[in-house]
């Protein structure tokens, strides 16, 4: 969701940030500075899985993840995002057209919620997705794809689906997922470079180009 269909303007490394110094993590420290970077390497990933990384326990990934979702949400509360332009028409059009949408996130469900509740988001999609919902592996494991495909059933096969991010971690969860579309945005973490490096089959300006990218593949415009 964020920098795919949501502008969250950075927020991720400022409530990481705010996480961090809760942990004893100095601000502008060469250690911050270090973790900081995994943090933006990362995005995309299950943000639970990226703060086992960076501090090695699990009591501390779990201190470090509640705090970090805390300091998210009290930044959605305060109005801090916003949709990508042309997100939620984009969505609109998909549905129109008889596809199933499903939003999925690295976030836990009480951000996703949060997230979904400041853009009256709620009922935007047929179904929205965490790592916990399904099985507990986020991205780049291939299993909140494969759990949308099977919970709606809207296709045949899992070329059929399509997978849209802004991350290479999301492009490695589409590809393995064996999603017949695997589509990069630019309005979000990683570049063109990266998008395709991580096996991109189209990268797009923005999510809202994703409809016209489905109707050609589909022959339909």
Same mark, same amino acid.
């Given at each position: 969701?964020? +920098?795919?269909? $949501?502008?969250?303007? +950075? =927020? $991720?490394?400022?409530?990481?940030?705010?996480?961090?110094?809760? =942990?004893g993590v100095e601000p502008a420290s060469p250690d911050h500075d270090d973790k900081l970077a995994y943090v933006r390497a990362t995005m995309g990933e299950s943000k639970i899985s990226v703060f086992r990384h960076l501090f090695g326990t699990e009591t501390l990934a779990q201190q470090a993840n509640a705090a970090f979702e805390e300091a998210y949400g009290s930044l959605v509360d305060d109005g801090l995002i916003e949709p990508v332009p042309g997100a939620a028409d984009a969505v609109a059009r998909l549905r129109e057209a008889g596809r199933t949408v499903v939003l999925t996130t690295g976030f836990a469900r009480v951000t996703q919620d949060a997230i979904l509740t400041a853009l009256g988001w709620q009922d935007l999609a047929a179904l929205t997705l965490c790592p916990a919902d399904a099985g507990g592996r986020g991205r780049p494991y291939p299993d909140m794809v494969l759990a949308a495909f099977l919970r709606t059933a809207a296709a045949d096969g899992v070329r059929q689906v399509a997978v849209v991010g802004d991350t290479s971690y999301d492009m490695l969860s589409g590809v393995r997922a064996g999603a017949g579309v695997v589509a990069g945005v630019l309005t979000g973490a990683h570049d063109e470079d990266a998008l395709r490096g991580a096996g991109a089959t189209d990268v797009l300006a923005s999510v809202a180009d994703l409809p016209a990218l489905l109707d050609r593949r589909d022959g339909t415009r």
């Open positions: 969701m964020a +920098g795919t269909t $949501v502008a969250d303007g +950075g =927020l $991720v490394e400022r409530a990481f940030s705010t996480a961090a110094q809760k =942990l």
